[in-house]
């Protein structure tokens, strides 16, 4: 997928590290005791029997928050290449990062007087 | 014909050969591979016997004291015990999610040890990404948060998995602007070069002292990361009874736990990385030279000293996110929310660009 060699390691770590839960699983399944039952099997819901189904609507709320985080991460992920180079690129490059940055802002100030980051 | 078919052996032994040398190629780059992992595993061992001494501590209690000398093999018999128990599958909720979930949220937090460096050239990968590797890596958890939260189908559970995520992609953004500001000091996202930029003038040289305000706020966001007390929303027990975890039991249930201490060393170690100078010995007189030439002339004396001071740091650092579990209540999800929005992300900002104001005067 890369072609960079550097990431050879990386790849490979990330294989060995899989292996972790996958070694997990098969120890456990090995060992472990297997005695299933309706009422063991059936949902925790403090004791008394589990009412309905849990995948239905929930706040709209998570939404807005992830949609905002979208828009400061993308930001941030632009931001690295310029700090990067920092020395080099300057002052001007600097105004327009600055600038770059101001529109953001706006937009969570916007954001922020809607509401849209309130919980309640 | 008989010339063709020593040709053909000839190149057929070539190739043997050149296939021997790349089998011991490849078993020369998983040694250092495989090695880490258990030294991983052994540091999550100890955290966890520390995290329940400085606890006992703090509460008066005696703590673990029966399994081995101070009961420093309780962590290892919790495990044991966690590997005989049951491995509970519910019966309406989805499987593939509700395995695959646990294993995610380990590796992805697994993976970003390979970017730590331990000691001078003890890195698995000095890549030139290093700590964007680690911030991209590190929201793939609450993927698997989540997954296990609604694969569980139980209410507890999917409403803990999605404060999971809600929590750790609040508090992802100001620990990003952080990290930013630390790698505008240090012109490189490397992490190897970030400890190099801290080298000088001993513990004098440290980011702790010219990023006060970004120390403050990454410690802050870590503590969130991890989901450590002040901020344990997602698995808060009055309210949700284990958050995404109530339906695990088992192995699948250890996995978590794991990961969890898991994400906490690695946090504490990239304190110590990017604020605490990694592995120098930062003593302001027998300080740069002379630590360089131990590092040169005597490799593996030298190592094993970076080694050493980078976890001394970090397992120091980490009694202050132990302490502080037993310490501060725990908060309410729009104070957290409101914390993270409202109050750190406006500050790591200006800190990004105080940073960068002063960067521009020393041009």
Redesign the interface.
């Known amino acids: 997928m890369f072609l960079l060699h550097e990431y050879d390691i990386f790849w490979a770590f990330l294989i060995t590290s899989s292996v972790i839960p996958i070694f997990a699983f098969l120890i456990s399944g090995v060992l472990a005791p297997i005695s299933e039952g309706p009422e063991k099997l059936s949902s925790y819901e403090s004791g008394i029997e589990p009412m309905g189904d849990a995948w239905l609507q929930f706040r709209i709320r998570y939404y807005m928050f992830a949609l905002v985080f979208v828009v400061f991460d993308v930001e941030t992920v632009f931001l690295y290449p310029w700090a990067m180079s920092f020395d080099v690129l300057g002052v001007s490059v600097f105004i327009e990062a600055l600038i770059f940055v101001l529109i953001p802002i706006v937009g969570s100030v916007y954001a922020w007087r809607k509401g849209a980051l309130e919980w309640s | 014909m008989i010339i063709d078919m020593t040709e053909v052996q000839a190149i057929n032994s070539f190739f043997r050969s050149e296939s021997l040398k790349e089998v011991y190629g490849l078993i020369w ?2 040694v250092p ?2 090695t880490p ?1 258990p030294g991983i595993l052994i540091g999550v061992l100890v955290i966890v016997w520390l995290e329940r001494q400085i606890s006992a501590g703090v509460q008066q209690r005696i703590g673990p004291e029966y399994a081995g000398p101070l009961g420093i093999l309780q962590a290892l018999a919790d495990g044991t015990k966690l ?11 989805d499987i593939r999610l509700f ?1 695959i979930g ?2 995610i949220a ?2 992805s937090i ?2 970003s ?2 970017v730590i460096p331990f000691g001078y050239r003890v890195v ?5 990404i290093g700590v ?2 680690w911030i991209a890596i590190s929201s793939i958890a609450p993927i698997g948060l989540l997954m296990s939260g ?1 694969g ?8 803990g998995g ?1 404060r999971a ?2 929590q750790s ?2 508090y ?2 100001p620990l ?2 952080c990290v ?1 500001s630390i ?2 000091l240090s ?3 490397s992490t190897v070069d970030i400890v190099e930029a801290q080298s000088k003038y001993g513990f004098g040289g440290w980011n702790l002292w010219r990023q006060p305000i970004g120390f403050a706020v990454f410690l802050i966001s870590s503590l969130a990361e991890c989901e450590r007390l002040p901020f344990d929303l997602p698995e808060a027990e009055e309210e949700l ?1 284990a958050g995404y975890q ?2 695990y039991s ?2 699948k249930f ?2 978590f736990y794991v990961a969890s201490y898991l994400n906490l060393l690695v946090s504490s170690l990239f304190v110590t990385v990017l604020y605490l100078g990694g592995w120098n010995l930062s003593l302001p007189y027998i300080s740069t030279p002379e630590l360089i030439g131990i590092n040169e002339v005597g490799g593996v004396f030298g190592t094993t000293i970076g080694i050493f001071i980078t976890l001394a740091k970090a397992y120091l650092f980490l009694f202050i996110p132990i302490t502080t579990r037993w310490t501060l209540p725990r908060m309410r ?2 104070q957290l ?2 914390l993270g ?2 109050f750190l ?1 406006p500050i790591s ?1 200006g800190n ?2 105080l940073t ?1 104001s002063s ?2 005067l020393s ?1």
């Open positions: 780059l998983l591979i495989f992992v590997l005989f128990k049951e491995d509970l599958l519910p019966s309406r909720g395995s646990p294993s380990v590796i697994l993976i040890y390979s698995l990968d000095d890549l030139s964007f590797l609604y569980s189908n139980n209410k507890y559970s999917f409403l999605l995520a809600a992609i609040s992802e953004i990003t602007l930013l790698s505008l012109n490189s996202s009874v109530t339906e088992g192995i250890g996995l999800i729009d929310l409101n929005w409202k992300l900002l990004l660009l960068t960067q521009l041009l």
